[in-house]
């Protein structure tokens, strides 16, 4: 038979230790208190080397009586050093939700006892039993997935897009949320747009060359392909001096049909090789508006003889007002905006090149949403026009 151990109360230790000393010898004692005498043998020799503090009781450590308080304040200062401990590194995650904070403790529950966390940190017992057997209520599953599509739109889209358009690409995905549910989200996950920034223009209208009225007139919504087309030039930092971009733009789905970039501002190396571009991506018809600001290199001889072979209408903003070519001034801005700015270091011309290419034919072209278009991409617009 297994045989029965018995547990003593650390007052009846040191009680049963003091009764030998009043005893004739401890086997007296050991027997009217019926313990083994080996057992208060040894409970007596403890006695003689720790005094008082001989039992201290289950689990504790035993000290000598003139260190107790010693060892007493030091367990105070180890449990106040757990508790800010914690408390250091769980506080950011008390005021994130539930689940954040319950999280917190889950990855924590084998460096820290639960219980301590639970009193620190503010948390139920029960809280956390519920978390761990579903972490997240259907409400807070939905509202993860809004978070998490609304940041892959944001960095997805270059850090341009602000609430609106972000809102209507959600809807685009099956999404049912508010221009203002979308702004508070973004505030939590802290994004925020990249802000424009101004750039100058590049036009030189100080001359009496071949300048033509405003026949678009800012009539910028057209009903079919090739029949208004604008175009300008912008300048781009690139390393140790400016290029120019000339871009030619289709006004009906605002796509970049032709595009040059050079080191001079020359009709040769500018407007021509882009509208030849324009010619190949697009054909012309005839009576096309070409739309451009009152630049030189749309104004001289060598252009407008072109436009003029290929029976095209010229039109022109009027002079200083940008507005009158919107539609081109604003994919400059967002050019610069998306791209430009973006660099960490000036690009050397080829580099440059390829980046524009990247931009505008496989982005800008092809994957890039546009508020002009009903929020649509340029292949989508045109599908859905056929």
Request: hydrophobic letters at 35%; a positive charge.
């Amino acid at each position: 038979m297994t045989e029965n151990i018995r547990h003593y109360p650390p007052l009846f230790k040191e009680n049963a230790v003091l009764l030998t000393y009043r005893r004739n010898t401890l086997a007296e004692t050991a027997t009217e208190l019926d313990i083994d005498p080996k057992q208060l043998c040894k409970w007596r020799k403890v006695y003689e080397k720790y005094g008082k503090g001989s039992f201290p009781g289950e689990g504790r450590k035993r000290v000598y009586y003139e260190n107790k308080k010693i060892y007493e304040l030091e367990k105070k200062l180890a449990a106040s050093r757990l508790r800010l401990e914690i408390l250091e590194k769980g506080i950011k995650y008390m005021h994130q939700g539930k689940h954040v904070l319950c999280n917190f403790i889950h990855q924590n529950r084998d460096k820290y006892p639960l219980y301590k966390m639970f009193e620190v940190l503010g948390a139920s017992h029960s809280t956390y039993d519920l978390w761990t057997k579903q972490p997240f209520s259907k409400r807070e599953t939905r509202v993860y997935l809004l978070k998490k599509e609304i940041k892959s739109i944001f960095f997805e889209f270059k850090q341009h897009k602000g609430t609106v358009l972000i809102t209507r690409e959600l809807h685009s995905r099956g999404f049912q949320i508010s221009d203002t549910q979308v702004s508070f989200y973004m505030k939590q996950l802290g994004l925020h747009r990249i802000v424009k920034k101004k750039f100058t223009a590049t036009t030189d209208s100080k001359h009496n060359l071949c300048t033509a009225p405003n026949v678009l007139n800012r009539q910028f919504k057209i009903d079919k392909p090739a029949k208004v087309w604008v175009s300008d030039i912008t300048y781009i930092h690139i390393d140790k001096r400016f290029s120019y971009l000339t871009v030619v733009m289709d006004l009906y789905d605002r796509k970049i049909i032709g595009w040059h970039l050079s080191c001079g501002l020359s009709t040769k190396v500018t407007t021509l090789p882009a509208f030849e571009k324009a010619r190949i991506n697009r054909p012309v018809s005839d009576g096309l508006i070409f739309h451009s600001d009152r630049g030189i290199q749309y104004a001289n001889k060598i252009f407008t003889s072109k436009l003029d072979q290929l029976n095209c209408t010229r039109s022109m903003s009027r002079k200083g007002d940008k507005y009158d070519n919107a539609a081109v001034e604003s994919f400059f801005n967002t050019l610069k905006r998306e791209l430009i700015y973006r660099q960490t270091r000036l690009l050397t011309a080829d580099e440059m090149k390829k980046e524009l290419f990247e931009y505008i034919e496989n982005w800008y072209n092809k994957k890039r949403i546009h508020s002009s278009l009903n929020y649509q991409t340029i292949d989508e617009f045109n599908s859905g026009a056929l």
